[in-house]
């Protein structure tokens, strides 16, 4: 009896002090009244004056005199009750959300939206090509491109992106092709098609004049298709796919097509055949401009992908077109005026032209907005309507076909195919020629072709690391003025020893 009575005494303190720690109150160390008879001696010189515990029970012995029956005071009955069958009153524990049990970050993906910071966000969205988030190199454009001048200057590029991106956008969805190559040109060209970089690279995709071969596209002396908006991205799509096809890896590919693909093979090869591009990258086995390409793109491109993220408003005023196949020459100046299109617009799309009148050749694809289609070829399908204005030059003594290409900047070829059986070799006194208005002149038409009415040239001869844009600033003239005054264009690689025409000194 006397052990029954001690494990009683136990269990109604354990009771009692398990509640007062779950209450969490202020008297959470008070126990529940217990008559002192039943805890004997012992017991009551293990309290306190105010009847806290002062320490740790001391072990039970074991054999101990016999007491009265264990009596529990009336509120200690009610306490363990309470216990027993806990009040729906009492509040519940917050609950702390959950960890993952191996260790790893919980799922942000589960919280809303505003309870993540901005990258957080980034880095649940969907991207055809995966970011690499950890890549010191990416993460450095991203916040170049995030700051106010990035942010500038991605807002500046996409409102030159407008007039294209429809288009754009709408192939590489034709082509199944990561979304994000739509911005490869923000780094390109910035959406330029009369974008010329310092090695010759011309349009918006920035196609070299021998890396068009395969790829749909000419350079005549009336058009440079890399500046042709619809061939040159058709071009770009599938030289990345072919590049793709070839390495099996987007940022392979990608780099490949700045750095041409025979660099990306070798690279691989050096790398025991990984197709990793942040392998390849990690081992510097490509060069330095085409390894930093690829994050740079990247870079841009997750941020563009979703603009809105980041509070940038891009431009809306995109342009539907439609590709109209010619049958005569057009002077763009005149439609646009007939036709109520603003000369820029159709110069914008057309921007593969030399000149603002089209080719000869029939079948030319004239790009205008698609609201003004139906006005447009009801101008074309008349055959009275004047689209190609002339101007008529009386030959004169003394004249030679070759002085009057050179006064006119245009190609004798291209007189002789306005002029119906003209025979380069045999002109005539007062014969007369028809020259294109839309070709204008480099210098006023009066005076002989050939004689002292022209401005006065000298000849440079080409050194080592000039360029036309360079002799272009030390003459006083632009590059194309100069391209047109050689007959060159302006991506032409000029030679060492290579003579050309400049304005002479005054």
């Given at each position: ?147 106010d001048k990035g942010r500038k200057i991605l807002l500046s590029t996409m409102e030159k992106a407008a007039p294209f991106m429809d288009y754009i956008q709408s192939k ?66 599938n030289k990345l796919i072919d590049n793709y096809n070839d390495l099996k890896d987007w940022p392979l590919a990608i780099a490949a097509y700045n750095a041409g693909l ?83 617009t159709l110069k914008l799309g057309n921007a593969e032209l030399h000149y603002t009148i089209t080719p000869p050749e029939n079948a030319h694809l004239l790009k205008i ?138």
């Open positions: 009896m006397t052990k029954i009575r001690y494990i009683g005494i136990l269990v109604s303190l354990c009771i009692a002090v398990s509640f007062a720690s779950a209450k969490g109150v202020e008297g959470a160390t008070s126990l529940p009244a217990v008559s002192s008879d039943v805890l004997g001696s012992s017991a009551s010189s293990e309290m306190s004056a105010g009847g806290s515990p002062a320490a740790i029970p001391a072990p039970l012995p074991q054999s101990v005199p016999e007491t009265q029956p264990t009596t529990v005071s009336p509120d200690a009955a009610a306490e363990i009750a309470s216990l027993e069958s806990p009040s729906s009153e009492s509040p519940e524990e917050p609950q702390a959300a959950p960890l993952e049990e191996n260790g790893e970050e919980p799922d942000l993906s589960q919280l809303q939206p505003e309870e993540l910071t901005i990258e957080e966000q980034a880095k649940n969205l969907q991207y055809d090509i995966p970011m690499p988030w950890s890549h010191e190199l990416f993460e450095k454009y991203r916040q170049y491109y995030l700051s590489v969805t034709e082509y199944g092709v990561p979304q994000e190559l739509a911005y490869l040109p923000v780094i390109e060209s910035a959406f330029s098609p009369f974008a010329v970089s310092r090695s010759g690279a011309t349009g918006i995709w920035q196609f070299m004049r021998n890396s068009i071969g395969g790829y749909g596209m000419t350079i005549t002396e009336w058009v440079d298709d890399r500046r042709d908006f619809m061939k040159s991205t058709d071009a770009a799509l025979g660099a990306l093979r070798r690279a691989v090869d050096a790398a025991g055949g990984d197709t990793d591009f942040w392998n390849i990258y990690d081992k510097g086995l490509v060069s330095r401009q085409a390894l930093d390409y690829v994050p740079k793109f990247l870079a841009v491109a997750s941020i563009l992908r979703y603009p809105e993220l980041y509070g940038l408003e891009l431009p809306s005023s995109h342009i539907r077109w439609e590709a109209i196949p010619l049958d005569r020459q057009v002077d763009i100046k005149l439609l646009a005026a007939k036709a109520e299109i603003p000369l820029d907005p698609a609201d003004k289609s139906e006005e447009v070829k009801a101008i074309l399908s008349d055959p009275n309507a004047p689209l190609v204005r002339y101007e008529i030059y009386k030959v004169k003594e003394g004249d030679t076909l070759t002085a009057i290409s050179k006064r006119y900047g245009i190609s004798i070829s291209m007189i002789a195919k306005v002029n119906a059986g003209l025979n380069p070799d045999r002109l005539k006194i007062g014969q007369k020629l028809m020259i294109p208005l839309s070709l204008q002149p480099l210098q006023p038409s009066s005076g002989s072709a050939g004689g002292a009415g022209g401005a006065r040239t000298a000849i440079h001869t080409i050194q080592k690391g000039d360029t036309l844009y360079g002799l272009a600033r030390r003459y006083g003239t632009t590059a194309q003025k100069l391209a047109n005054l050689n007959g060159i264009y302006l991506d032409s690689v000029l030679r060492i020893g290579q003579k050309l025409k400049v304005p002479a000194a005054p």
